[in-house]
T-cell receptor, first 112, second 113 residues
């Protein structure tokens, strides 16, 4: 069974600081997705990473993928309050009929 | 752009009642999924479908049934509702091809009392 683990589970950071969220998965895959969920809302797709070494950036968020280490990171630069949300990573396994396996999520709170 | 539409948004059921959660998408996506999200937790896959007429179980299928008679619709049925099924249910769809992200509906918040 594929396991997807995120850490930390909870993150409180000050505005202007940098931090990294980690996503580890247990089975070989070269497709990794990051989603954002605001409280009481649905999930919004942030990044799709499709190969080893892939890097995507949008504003203050940058995601990367190391398929050999089975690790993806979501780096936050100079955090602002609007980034407060829960962030999920997910892995897509073609061999299981395109099921997505989600991590447990990282709840990020950015404080002034 | 409607995307993925779920109805109802909220529902309260009594133990033992049944109901159907509706999900429809207008993006002509082959793949559709049902998840449940318990408070403070990630998403658990209930059922998924890779095309009309094809469905398969996910991680937590017990107590649920699905059907996929059209590309657009993927209803989830709860039979004999139990308190353990209190959750937020999300439907999602995605297009064919590697690396297509899932598009999510707004969710159905279901309480069983």
């Amino acid at each position: 069974e594929l396991k997807v683990e995120q850490n930390p589970l909870f993150l409180s950071m000050q505005e202007g600081k940098n931090y990294t969220i980690y996503c580890n998965y247990s089975t070989t895959s070269d497709r990794l997705y990051w989603y954002r969920q605001d409280p009481g809302k649905s999930l919004e797709s942030l990044f799709v990473l499709l190969s080893n070494g892939a890097v995507k950036q949008e504003g203050r968020l940058m995601a990367s993928l190391d398929t050999k280490a089975r690790l993806s990171t979501l780096h936050i630069t100079a955090a602002v309050h609007d980034l407060s949300a829960t962030y999920f990573c997910a892995v897509d396994l073609y061999s299981t009929g395109n099921q997505f396996y989600f991590g447990t999520g990282t709840s990020l709170t950015v404080i002034p | 752009n409607a995307g993925v539409t779920q109805t109802p948004k909220f529902r309260i059921l009594k133990i033992g009642q049944s109901m159907t959660l509706q999900c429809t998408q207008d993006m002509n996506h082959n793949y559709m999924y049902w998840y449940r999200q318990d408070p403070g937790m990630g998403l658990k896959l209930i059922y998924y479908s890779v095309g009309a007429g094809i469905t398969d179980k996910g991680e937590v299928p017990n107590g649920y049934n699905v059907s996929r008679s059209t590309t657009e619709d993927f209803p989830l049925r709860l039979e004999l509702a139990a308190p353990s099924q209190t959750s937020v249910y999300f439907c999602a769809s995605r297009g064919q091809g590697a690396g297509q992200p899932q598009h999510f509906g707004d969710g159905t918040r279901l309480s069983i009392l």
